[in-house]
């Protein structure tokens, strides 16, 4: 079967999407995006994917087929209001067609590593960056790695702790695997990605649909949640405190770290698809007709 993915470039977009298209094309479907200007090394039809998107219509996007979501059942609020075609899957990550990042691992000390990417709102925010230096600094046992985009050069942010590494960009998925607590503005990947490793999070939410997310990791207890007007060094150190030395919060993270392995959530995601196209229908009957 032939698959369209029309979907926005940014990372935060094109990465779970293109792992569920590289999901289903192992499958033997034939994907392409459209209306793209890259799609992590799989089939593109060139196009500014913006002139496709009516952003002032958002019921556009829903389908009476089927509406997919990469987040767990178990890191969603409870409602009576699903419509049918409603499906909570898990995240959609396999660890593949993201651009490789050189990092410095040799610097990696060995102690509890502080992992921060405040995503593509706040690229630029050199005050926020600087705070966030700040902020881990006051714990000498704590190392800090801070992404801080292609907007703004690390030596920009001024003096830092020797051992904090600050990179315009980072390996997030191998850093997450040696990270205790994330630092993030609450995009949902990022946050999806924390928990696949059973990984705190401090969330500042800004825009968008970050600070509904952030309200998930604060209902949940997989970590805290401030904004930026409260943001302080002093202000996130006391939270780190919190998230690490509160059982509550790592208990529950290793619970939905767990969850999501279980999920298996591109896999779910892609039988859903094929579901809704009268895949699995159609190979039933071609089987029947097969051997009568």
Not at 52 to 66: C, I, K, R, V, Y
Not at 74 to 82: G, K, P, R, V
Not at 168 to 185: F, G, N, R
Request: aromatic fraction near 6%; hydrophobic fraction near 40%; glycine fraction near 6%.
């Amino acid at each position: 079967m032939k698959l369209g993915f029309i979907c926005p470039n940014p990372p935060g977009h094109l990465n779970p999407m293109a792992a569920l298209a590289r999901h289903l094309q192992a499958r033997n479907h034939d994907v392409v995006f459209l209306y793209s200007s890259g799609a992590a090394g799989l089939p593109f039809v060139p196009d500014n994917e913006r002139d496709h998107f009516n952003e002032e219509d958002p019921g556009s996007t829903q389908s009476p087929l089927a509406s997919i979501t990469q987040v767990p059942r178990a890191f969603d609020f409870e409602s009576s209001h699903w419509p049918s075609q409603f499906h909570h899957t898990g995240p959609f990550h396999d660890g593949k067609g993201r651009d490789k990042v050189g990092f410095p691992w040799e610097r990696l000390t060995g102690e509890p590593l502080i992992y921060a990417s405040m995503g593509t709102v706040l690229n630029g925010r050199l005050d926020v960056f600087r705070t966030i230096v700040a902020g881990v600094a006051k714990h000498k046992d704590l190392q800090l790695v801070l992404s801080v985009g292609d907007q703004v050069d690390p030596e920009q942010i001024g003096p830092a702790p020797s051992n904090a590494i600050i990179v315009k960009q980072a390996p997030q998925l191998e850093l997450l695997k040696q990270t205790s607590v994330c630092i993030t503005d609450a995009g949902l990947n990022t946050v999806l990605e924390s928990l696949a490793h059973g990984v705190l999070q401090v969330a500042i939410p800004v825009a968008y649909d970050q600070p509904a997310v952030a309200a998930r990791i604060a209902h949940k207890q997989t970590g805290v949640v401030t904004s930026l007007d409260k943001l302080t060094a002093d202000h996130l150190s006391t939270l780190l405190n919190e998230v690490l030395n509160d059982a509550t919060y790592l208990d529950n993270a290793r619970k939905f770290q767990k969850a999501i392995a279980k999920a298996n959530g591109l896999s779910v995601a892609a039988d859903l698809v094929e579901d809704s196209l009268g895949v699995h229908k159609k190979a039933k009957q071609q089987l029947k007709a097969e051997i009568a």
